[in-house]
């Protein structure tokens, strides 16, 4: 079983950064597949970014360029950095990891089994 718990969620202005931060425990999520979520009220939940276990990185168009994902394999979490902040990016962010290993990243959020509780992310005009 992988334990995920997200941090670092807030209120920012349009233009603002935030950064969000995903540990894991349980066990090593290193060959693992990780993926950030986000999900706003009324709206289904969609694919925001991702990390392969081999270092690969996959954006959802409205986030590229602003949004940055990484991980840290020691430490055993995964953060995403969010540039450049738009009030259409409010919503709560989840961190989820798939179950399987050496996994491709999919924007399909039934391939992840394992996900976190969820931070807030509200960003003002």
């Known amino acids: 079983q992988v334990q995920l718990v997200e941090s670092g969620g807030g209120l920012v202005q349009a233009g603002g950064s935030l950064s969000l931060s995903c540990v894991a425990s349980g066990r090593s999520v290193t060959s693992s597949a990780m993926g950030w979520f986000r999900q706003a009220p009324g709206k289904e939940r969609e694919f925001v970014a991702g990390n392969s276990w081999g270092g690969g990185t996959y954006y959802a168009d409205s986030v590229k360029g602003r949004f940055t994902i990484s991980r840290d394999n020691a430490k055993n979490q995964v953060y995403l950095q969010m540039n450049s902040l738009k009030p259409e990016d409010t919503a709560v962010y989840y961190c989820?990891?798939?179950?399987?290993?050496?996994?491709?990243?999919?924007?399909?959020?039934?391939?992840?089994?394992?996900w976190g509780q969820g931070t807030q992310v509200t960003v003002s005009a």
């Open positions: 989820a990891a798939q179950a399987r290993t050496y996994g491709s990243v999919t924007r399909d959020r039934n391939d992840y089994y394992y």
